[in-house]
């Protein structure tokens, strides 16, 4: 029997958005980093689901026009070495009254 042991430097738990960006940050200077994620596609709860107000993007929700925020998506693209598109969008809340809610 093939001994199939490896010992890595790095184990990453969970390939969400954190996930990510630290294993490509560490692969910069090893080759030698696990990542396991538990789902069938890489991203964690990063993608998209339906909620009864219709599809919604379950990742990077809320990101105020700010000159910090776009300092810190600057850096998600440094660190993801890929450029990002952002897209704007503003729901309306739902609410008891509007009789989108189920009591």
């Known amino acids: 029997m093939k ?3 490896h010992i890595y430097d790095y ?10 960006c630290i294993a490509n940050a560490l692969s910069r200077t090893t080759a030698n980093v696990l990542l396991i994620e ?19 993007n379950n990742g990077l929700r809320f990101l105020p026009d700010s000159e910090l925020a776009h300092k810190a998506m600057l850096f998600l693209e440094m660190l993801l070495t890929q450029k ?9 809340p739902l609410t008891f009254e509007d009789g989108h809610l189920q009591p």
């Open 11 to 20: 184990v990453i738990v969970g390939s969400g958005l954190s996930g990510l």
């Open 84 to 92: 990002l598109s952002p897209v704007g969008v503003e729901n309306p």
């Open 38 to 56: 538990s789902g069938d596609l890489p991203g964690g709860l990063n993608r998209t689901i339906n909620s009864p107000a219709g599809a919604v």
């Open 3 to 5: 001994n199939t042991s």
